[in-house]
């Protein structure tokens, strides 16, 4: 009966937006592991990191203390420019399926990057203008990351150099010149134009790129310039601490209402959009106040989680960056070219990790073809065109609410909508030609790139 009093989209009020970000790990019982340093094998020290990171970025990726951490008041007001952002109950979605269970999305899509990036990207942007820095430098895969950057760096006056996964520059010219609208310069990675890139290309000729090796390039070129700091838009502690908005103001709107969700779901590349959905569920968890059923979905072309290793790895192509004890394929794992979908990195959150290891969250991995039968099935009845990456937790949104239908239950499922897919065309093109195929990588190949990973 409650249900009628639900509206399709709870809109929070600008004063019930979070004022702190929330910090898992100061009530993680078992904390994740030290980065650690690639040239000493020992925990990184807060000066070496920052060589590469911004001051305030270094303490935050370090605190595993503090549950709250204040969001300086210039980025709560840049927020407000696109937030609180939407948490949808998908009416329509139910209907269609015939479902009983009651299914919940929060929106992140409302901004021209058309992600939950720009969340991050503010934060970071602030920070390095914060300390006076002249720029930043990053890498992008699909170009989400680097607009949102590019948007966040504009807004602030700060510069923006980013390298792009060569395969996506190539297929996503319109995504670059966002970015280039913005004022980024937009590099194809690998590149000519840094050492790490020239050792790739002599090595792999031909290759299409990878986000490791983008990362290689973008550390490089941070590191060899005065006055730049490398920022990245996922996997690190700090980031899925931005992202803790999504996971606070989808609490916020769901306690207004009275709903308690049974099953949580997010798509994950490196983690940031569900480590950021999921932490504040994740606390009352971990304190005993409640429980909660939490469902990462990863592709089955780039499944980390379900095939990779808990090791230390290195987080990047190049191995310059400081090693992370994550769920890993190898850091020269590459997805398989006819891959799509985005969320191609080769390991996952040490946050995430941790919380997988320890049993606290499920994962599933889900083949292309179906993640886009679920995408399409979505965007005719709710009216937004979803993000391949999105679409992962769609299907199994969708997959659990057909369970359901067998068992009768009214099952509370809430999944993160990350973004919208319309610089993802040529990819859906594939999907309605019927051209779209499935690679799921081999055990052996997987096995190949593990052996790789450093020993200690
Ligand atoms: C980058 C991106 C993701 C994956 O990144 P995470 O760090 O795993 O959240 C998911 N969806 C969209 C739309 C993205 O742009």
């Known amino acids: 009966m409650k249900d009628t009093k639900i509206p399709y989209k709870i809109y929070l009020d600008e004063k019930e937006m979070p004022t702190a970000w929330y910090n898992l790990r100061a009530d993680m019982k078992n904390k994740p592991d030290p980065l650690l340093d690639p040239a000493t094998g020992k925990p990184v020290t807060a000066e070496a990191l920052g060589q590469v990171f911004c001051r305030e970025?270094?303490?935050?990726?370090?605190?595993e203390t503090d549950a709250y951490i204040p969001i300086p008041q210039e980025i709560r007001d840049f927020y407000r420019m696109y937030r609180p952002s939407p948490l949808v109950r998908a009416y329509c979605l139910e209907k269609k399926l015939g479902t009983p269970a009651k299914i919940y999305y929060k929106f992140e899509g409302n901004n021209t990057s058309g992600s939950h990036k720009l969340n991050s990207a503010i934060?970071?942007?602030?920070?390095?203008k914060n300390q006076g820095l002249v720029g930043v430098t990053t890498e992008t895969g699909a170009g989400q990351w680097g607009t949102a950057l590019s948007m966040a760096c504009a807004y602030l006056g700060l510069d923006c150099k980013v390298f792009m996964v060569k395969v996506s520059y190539e297929q996503k010219p319109h995504?670059?010149?966002v970015m280039r609208t913005y004022g980024a310069s937009v590099t194809p990675s690998p590149s000519t134009e840094t050492e790490a890139g020239r050792r790739i290309l002599s090595e792999h000729p031909g290759t299409t790129g990878s986000l490791g090796c983008a990362i290689s390039e973008a550390v490089e070129a941070a590191v060899t310039r005065e006055g730049y700091r490398y920022v990245l838009g996922s996997v690190l502690n700090q980031v899925l601490l931005h992202q803790t908005v999504i996971g606070l103001e989808t609490k916020t709107a769901l306690d207004k209402y009275g709903v308690k969700p049974d099953?949580?779901?997010?798509?994950?590349?490196?983690?940031?959009?569900?480590?950021g959905l999921i932490s504040p569920f994740m606390g009352e968890v971990m304190r005993g106040e409640a429980d909660y059923r939490f469902i990462a979905v990863e592709p089955a072309s780039c499944p980390s989680l379900t095939r990779g290793s808990?090791?230390?790895?290195?987080?990047?192509?190049g191995r310059i960056c400081p090693l992370a004890k994550m769920y890993t394929l190898g850091s020269s794992f590459i997805p398989a070219p006819n891959h799509a979908g985005g969320l191609r990195y080769h390991g996952m959150s040490p946050i995430l990790s941790q919380l997988y290891h320890d049993g606290y969250l499920e994962a599933r991995s889900v083949k292309q073809t179906d993640v886009f039968e679920a995408a399409e099935e979505f965007a005719r009845v709710e009216g937004i065109l979803p993000a391949p990456e999105s679409s992962h937790a769609i299907r199994v949104a969708i997959d659990e609410a057909k369970k359901c239908i067998e068992t009768g239950e009214e099952k509370t499922i809430v999944f993160g909508l990350t973004g919208t897919g319309y610089f993802d065309m040529t990819s859906y093109q594939k999907f309605n030609d019927g051209k779209m195929s499935d690679y799921i990588p081999t055990d052996e190949e997987i096995a190949a790139s593990l052996a790789l990973t450093p020993k200690f």
């Open 175 to 177: 995504r670059r010149e």
């Open 57 to 63: 970025l270094v303490e935050q990726e370090l605190n």
């Open 310 to 317: 808990y090791v230390y790895d290195y987080c990047d192509t």
């Open 123 to 128: 934060a970071q942007a602030y920070y390095a």
């Open 263 to 275: 099953i949580i779901i997010g798509c994950a590349g490196g983690g940031s959009n569900l480590g």
